[in-house]
């Protein structure tokens, strides 16, 4: 038959469960870190019309807080994204969104830096310019440059709004006449002054140079009425 256990024994197990319960709780708080990381920033969703004019950080700093072994690898190949979806022409301030971080549900961002980014925006157009050959050198003793055809005579060419308003003309790569007693033929490029500019067109870019022999002017005979 079994008895009754003394109300004693119970205050004690009550006590020893409870003891025990807050063991487990700090030692779970004491595995509980704040730790920095290092984020990779990527920009997402631009729009197609617009060009990217300033410099973008390529990490972003977070303050994770969770337990330890989690944050640990909640930090391998961190990405943030921010999102430039309602982006428009000029300078304009973008808040990073913590809440696209994927992350464990027990780990928080705690803090980031920076939170709020910068960016200039222009718009992405295209324009014709005419190509002006750049030649270089000087031809042999006696022989001179003459006639320059360039085909086809104008570059499409895609930048932002601003820096093509300042180009009238596009220059190709160097054509060397050095030494020349001939036509020259050479398939050059344009030679865009800036990286933000591309060339549309795709057909080569073909420049003659004409060498003539310069015209001598005869020297009259010595003694002659």
């Known amino acids: 038959m079994l008895r009754p256990r003394h109300p004693l024994h119970f205050m004690v197990a009550l006590i020893a469960a409870i003891l025990l319960w807050y063991g487990l709780a700090g030692q779970q708080d004491q595995n509980i ?32 807080r969770g337990p330890l072994t989690k944050s640990l690898g909640a930090a391998a190949g961190l990405e943030v994204y921010l999102d ?14 913590t809440a696209g971080i994927s992350l464990p549900s027990d ?3 705690v803090s980031i830096e920076p ?9 992405l157009v295209s324009i014709n310019l005419p190509i002006q050959p750049n030649m270089e050198g000087v031809p042999a003793p006696g022989f001179t440059t003459g006639e320059v055809r360039v085909s086809p005579i104008r570059v499409n060419v895609q930048g932002p709004e601003s820096t093509l308003a300042e180009l009238e003309l596009v220059e190709t790569t160097p054509i060397s006449v050095e030494g020349a007693t ?22 080569p ?15 009259p005979a010595e003694g002659g009425n």
């Not at 290092?38 to 617009?50: E, F, G, I």
């Not at 430039?84 to 990073?96: H, N, Y």
């Not at 939170?115 to 718009?123: G, P, V």
């Not at 490029?189 to 067109?201: A, C, G, K, Y």
Request: aromatic fraction near 2%; avoid cysteine; charge should be negative.
């Open 33 to 64: 870190s704040v730790r920095g990381v290092k984020a990779a920033l990527t920009l997402v969703n631009m729009p197609r019309d617009l060009v990217l004019m300033s410099t973008v950080p390529d990490t972003i700093s977070l303050q994770l």
């Open 84 to 97: 430039l979806a309602d982006a428009r022409p000029g300078t304009s301030l973008f808040t990073i969104d």
């Open 107 to 109: 780990v928080e961002v």
């Open 115 to 123: 939170a709020d980014i910068t960016l200039e925006l222009d718009r």
């Open 182 to 203: 001939g036509p020259v033929e050479a398939t050059v490029l344009p030679n865009l002054p800036d990286p933000l500019l591309r060339s549309l067109t795709v057909v």
């Open 205 to 219: 870019i073909v420049v003659r140079v004409e060498v003539v022999a310069l015209e001598t002017t005869p020297t």
